[in-house]
């Protein structure tokens, strides 16, 4: 890791780190869309503050210092970068989850060709496979209400959401949190490949499986093991390997 800016607190340049690394995974696993979606992580400051990205920057160039501070409002309260742009759509939905959801630390939103499809798919993701099983009756939906630059939206965005930590976003994309970081890429890493699995099954043409109900249910439960964190950590220490060239980089 770079030495610190000055003035910059060393708790907050961690998460900056990590939520950097979190961007070039996302891109490296092709999960961007140019210099749209976003990723968020909340600071453990007391103040309900959280980080997201500079408008403008490619995910496979995101740093820490590409990073912006921002409140519940919208308004860049940071002063290490105070003059870094922030896209309202990444705000509205953003803020909504982190005011609402104090145990997700990190939400992740992806606009991928897999993630669309199934959005505008009228049954949504379907228990077709062992990926999708994990959000078996643990997915919301949320309708499509135009490009998210109203606020208004928030409190029903919140609504669908529930107590889930994954959502799709009909006609639009996904949407998948966690308690850390480890934990919100795991969650967007099962969704995006259960849609993909899904487009490709029905591509196919044939007809096809869905395991009985209490299958399904056995499997979700199953990965809420007591030992899935531990699980999601060792993934997440995996995949970092994956950019370990880059860290220099994204940390800087």
């Not at 995006?192 to 043409?205: D, F, K, S, V």
């Amino acid at each position: 890791m770079h030495d610190l800016p000055l003035d910059a607190d060393a708790m907050e340049w961690a998460a900056r780190c990590e939520l950097a690394a979190l961007y070039r995974l996302i891109a490296h696993f092709r999960m961007t869309d140019l210099i749209d979606t976003h990723i968020s992580l909340r600071l453990e400051d007391g103040a309900g503050h959280f980080l997201i990205n500079r408008y403008g920057v490619l995910f496979e160039h995101m740093t820490a210092s590409d990073l912006v501070k921002i409140n519940s409002e919208g308004q860049v309260v940071d002063t290490l970068f105070p003059d870094h742009r922030v896209n309202r759509a990444g705000f509205v939905i953003h803020s909504a989850i982190h005011a609402a959801r104090p145990d997700l630390h990190c939400v992740i939103h992806t606009h991928t060709a897999a993630g669309m499809a199934v959005s505008a798919q009228a049954d949504g993701l379907r228990p077709i496979s062992q990926h999708a099983l994990k959000f078996y009756n643990r997915l919301a939906y949320h309708d499509y209400e135009g490009i998210a630059l109203d606020t208004a939206e928030r409190e029903r965005l919140v609504a669908d959401l529930g107590t889930h930590s994954a959502m799709i976003l009909r006609n639009h994309g996904l949407l998948a949190a966690g308690s850390s970081v480890a934990d919100a890429f795991q969650n967007i890493y099962f969704l995006e490949r259960a849609c993909q699995a899904q487009i490709q099954a029905l591509a196919g043409g044939g007809k096809l499986l869905q395991p009985a109900p209490h299958v399904c249910e056995h499997t979700a439960r199953q990965f809420e093991q007591d030992d899935a964190q531990g699980i999601v950590q060792l993934a997440w220490d995996a995949a970092l390997t994956l950019i370990a060239d880059q860290q220099a980089d994204y940390t800087a």
